[in-house]
């Protein structure tokens, strides 16, 4: 027997429909482009989303077109959000950050009919236009009055396009799981490979994001997602700010610790979200300007490992709680949050900051579970680890196009490539990347786990720590380094550092000092890059 409930599909066009409608005068404030601070509401976002499906559909863009963005965090970015999916269409965020050859290959995988880009990226597809045949225009989100000069003769006026309309316009209503938004993965080798999101997908995972143990988010909140709307829908706050009629504080392309904290300070911000390399930036600026946060309560850590450094300094210097979450593109991208139980309330702290450091425990919706490499599920003991399989409402269920085949098994679950631990309780701890683990002498050594500690070392900034070949154990771990600047800080102590909390073998065999160290476009450590560099390197225990 069926329930007797309205079968009322789940579309992004609600999010922003309520939004307008109850929290209009909730505030989305952006540091622009083009300068200035910039400052509308929920209503106005509703009634130019509308504006924008409108003028999109005189286009000729139709239900499951590709409209591609190149875009930092800002108002005209989360109209385009809410416009393209609302109307039917595919928003799919070109991440700027990755090379120029791979956003022509991404764009054309897509088949992106228009693509939105922010001033800054005009230059970027003026170089690579020819290389787009299928795009029939470029929007260049801005006004009159700063469009570019450029050689390009199909670049469109953002605000020239959208304000031509007049509004009236009824958000069409189609099935739930008709696909909303298109992200590829980052992906260190290969080409990257796309996400495709749905509606539905979509507003439960905002629902998720919305809970008190998922994100939170809600319409006391004033949030600034410092992570990039271009890299997994940034982390599904646009949506889930929506949802709750939560003010947005958008960074546009400033994402230094200066202009993040004057952010912050200036707009009440409440929640910030983003990788640890941003607050790394930001915890730097805040210490050596002797300053507090007077508002914000919580930040979100994900995307890496958060250290436990970082964790200590937020909590116990600023008083800033820290969700640290874990997720991927494939995953929408939430799977689970590190917050902390009622029965851990009395815990010391320092045993808190051991809670907080693992990734969390699954949110509602998200199944967990490790398996050895038959497949055969491991014990949630804390201590065996293996490969961290995931299935759910808003996971992915196959790449953009069938790229890579079939990557679920017949009961759904998804190899995340990660490898972890599950406890007692259910809280995850990412030990690696599954291509990342130094194997030696048959015992697994976590790379993340000797990084965490390195980058724990006085006189380290960053670290990384990657298998080099060794004739008698297989692989030995090296761990590569940067210094802070000046700081005398030596392999010896190092390692000496390490010794206190690692146990002998999995101590490294050498350390070595860089200049800097490679980066994905998402901000990840490019390990396949160190490898390559560092695959004659010669330990001295070798
Ligand atoms: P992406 O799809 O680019 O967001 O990358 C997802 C991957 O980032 C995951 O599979 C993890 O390897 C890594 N990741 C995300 N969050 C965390 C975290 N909190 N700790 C460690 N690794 C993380």
Redesign the pocket.
Known sequence: MLGLIQDRPLLISSLIEYAGTYHGDVEIVSRTVEGPIHRTNYRNVNSRAKKLAQALGKLGVELGDRIGTLAWNGYRHVEIYFGVSGMGAVCHTINPRLFPEQIAYIANHAEDKYIFVDLTFVPLIEALAKELPNVKGFVVMTDEAHMPESSLDNLICYETLVEAEDGDYEWPVFDENTASSLCY??GTTGNPKGVLYSNRSTVLHSFCVCTNDGLGVCNRDSILPVVPMF??NAWGIPYAAAMSGAKMVMPGAAMDGASIYELMEAEGVTLSAGVPTVWLMLLGHVKENNLKFSSMNRTV??????PRSMIETFVNDYGVNVV???????MS?LGTTGNLLKKHDDLPEDEKIDIRLK?GRAVFGVDLKIADDDGNELPRDGVAFGRLMVRGPWITSGYFRGEGGDVIDDEMWFD???VATLDPDGYMQ?TD?SKDVIKSGGEWISS?DVENEAIGCPGVVEAAVIAVPHPKWDERPLVIAVKEEDHPVTREEVIAHLESTLAKWQLPDDVVFVDELPHTA?G?LLKTKLREEYKDYKLPTA
């Open positions: 993965t980052s890299h997994a850590i994900g995307g890496s490992a958060a640290h979450a874990w997720g991927m593109t494939e991208p990734q995340t490539g990660d990412i990347r993340i998402t990840k």
